[in-house]
């Protein structure tokens, strides 16, 4: 293999970025110890940044995005991993400065992969990807925190996104009961069917009043959107509730107050599925490839190729994706 399919983003000469299917030298990867034939990857909302030029996630361009990847081994210097192993990449700094999963080989250090849980297919661990990912590690958050099934009502804010529709999903395989938070009710069903008990309007979360506190409704709340979202829903969660949070759809900051803090005990608590250590990541693809496997998984996400995927980032970027868009290199 000289060269290989992929995604490559261009910088223009007026500063402007170009994005198209090219082939891409292989010599061009980086020098890392393991060589992983792509199978499939997925969009999520920080490819999309790197994908239309945002230096804060990828300085340098020509480059490929992609911070997701499911594939076989096809050359190995670490003896941990063999040709033909069945492998996850996520995060770490795949896709951003490291060339990544929209291309149909990457190259990246052995202590980035999890190799594969029994049970789950490449396909489907890419349906679930960063997003369903880091929906483990908020619910794993709860959990820790003892927010259980009956504990009361969970929320879910930027409910049809990756993150959001996968916190549903696998928190309603788990039994509870989860409040859907969206900008679109006419997803209402679609949410519905993906175990949502309760769909309300994000307007309800967005608490302009300058009130310490709010009625409590909340027994936990995974928020991906930040901003007012997460100042609302942390002045909405009773006593010794938990929240977490991952997403800067709203901008990075947060202005609240201590009152959530001192006199509930509300706990906040954040992922960074990019970051997160190999020991808890493998424990948590262990569950996502069993327990928390959400059912009908396949209604969860959309197949794309890579020349699809141009439309797709750009709907990301517009706040308008519903559910994953799963890639498929096989081609
Ligand atoms: N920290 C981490 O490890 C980590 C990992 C993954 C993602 N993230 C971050 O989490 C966030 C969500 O990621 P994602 O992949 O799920 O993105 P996504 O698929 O684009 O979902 C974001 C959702 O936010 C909602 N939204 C969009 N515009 C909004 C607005 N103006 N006000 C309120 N809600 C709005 C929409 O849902 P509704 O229309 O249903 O409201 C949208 O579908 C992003 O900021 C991403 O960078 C962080």
């Avoid at 020098?31 to 499939?40: A, F, P, Q, R, S």
């Avoid at 929320?155 to 859907?180: D, N, P």
């Avoid at 979202?229 to 997403?247: E, I």
């Avoid at 969860?300 to 799963?326: M, T």
Wanted: with cysteine; hydrophobic share 35%.
């Amino acid at each position: 293999m000289s060269t290989f399919k992929a995604l490559v983003v261009e910088e223009k000469s007026d500063s402007s970025f170009d994005r198209s299917v090219k082939q891409w030298p292989a010599d061009k990867l980086p020098d890392h110890d393991v060589l992983i034939e792509v199978k499939y990857s997925s969009l999520n909302y920080k490819d999309a940044l790197s994908a239309s030029g945002n230096k804060g996630v990828t300085k340098n361009y020509p480059h490929i995005p992609g911070i997701d990847a499911a594939g076989f081994v096809a050359e190995s210097s670490d003896a941990q991993f063999s040709p033909g192993d069945k492998v996850i990449v996520t995060g770490y700094d795949l896709g951003q400065n490291t060339l990544g999963g929209f291309g149909q080989y990457i190259r990246v250090p052995s202590d980035w992969i999890v190799p594969l849980p029994k049970n789950l297919s490449l396909r489907d661990s890419m349906i679930m990807g960063t997003a369903g990912f880091t929906a483990a590690i908020g619910i794993n958050h709860l959990r820790h925190n003892n927010i259980n099934a009956d504990s009361g009502d969970i929320l879910v804010t930027g409910a049809t996104g990756g993150v959001g529709i996968m916190a549903i999903a696998i928190l309603s395989k788990l039994g509870y009961k989860v409040t859907a938070a969206t900008g679109k009710m006419n997803q209402k069903e679609f949410l519905t069917d993906t175990g949502a008990t309760t769909v309300i309007h994000r307007d309800e979360v967005q608490d302009e009043s300058s009130r310490p506190l709010l009625s409590s409704k909340w027994a936990g709340a995974i928020d991906t959107v930040g901003g007012i979202m997460l100042d609302t829903t942390l002045r909405q969660t009773q006593h010794n509730g938990t929240v977490a949070c991952c997403g800067n759809v709203l901008g990075h900051e947060l202005h609240t107050n201590v009152y959530p803090f001192i006199l509930r005990g509300v706990h906040l608590a954040g992922m960074d599925s990019g970051n997160c250590k190999m020991e808890l990541r493998k424990k948590l693809w262990r569950k996502l490839a069993s327990e928390w496997k959400p059912k009908n998984i396949e209604r969860l996400a959309r197949e794309c190729s890579l020349g699809e995927l141009d439309n797709e980032i750009d709907r990301i970027l517009n706040g308008k994706q519903v559910g994953r868009v799963l890639v498929n290199l096989t081609d």
